[in-house]
């Protein structure tokens, strides 16, 4: 089992900047391409950003390139979400998710990854 929980969302105004948190056990995290997915109430759940097992390459969404930043830390087994520059359209529950073990290629299909938090509700509003 991978058990993943996602922390640090809450309350901003327009403009401010949250960083969410994914916490991993139960596998090596480095095995694993991670992606953060947000879900706002009536949409689909859409892919926001991935990042490679090393954490040397990412992969952003169009609508939070230059805003939002993805990354990891191998060693505490934790991904990590910068969220600046926050708008109200980025409202949603966010949740980290872990590709199948050992896939070396990027993807952003939710279909694809097979393990998945339980979610952190981030909303932005004045």
């Known amino acids: 089992q991978v058990q993943l929980v996602e922390s640090g969302g809450g309350l901003v105004q327009p403009g401010g900047s949250l960083r969410l948190s994914c916490a991993a056990s139960g596998r090596t995290f480095s095995n694993n391409i991670m992606g953060w997915f947000r879900q706002a109430p009536g949409e689909e759940r859409e892919f926001v950003a991935a990042?490679?097992?090393?954490?040397?390459?990412?992969y952003y969404a169009d609508d939070v390139k230059g805003r939002f930043t993805i990354s990891r830390d191998n060693a505490r087994n934790t991904l990590f979400l910068q969220m600046n520059s926050l708008i109200p359209e980025d409202s949603a529950v966010y949740y980290c998710a872990a590709d199948r073990d050992n896939n070396p290629v990027l993807g952003r299909s939710t279909a694809r990854y097979e393990y998945w938090g339980q979610g952190t509700q981030v909303t932005v509003s004045s």
């Open positions: 990042i490679s097992r090393s954490g040397g390459t990412a």
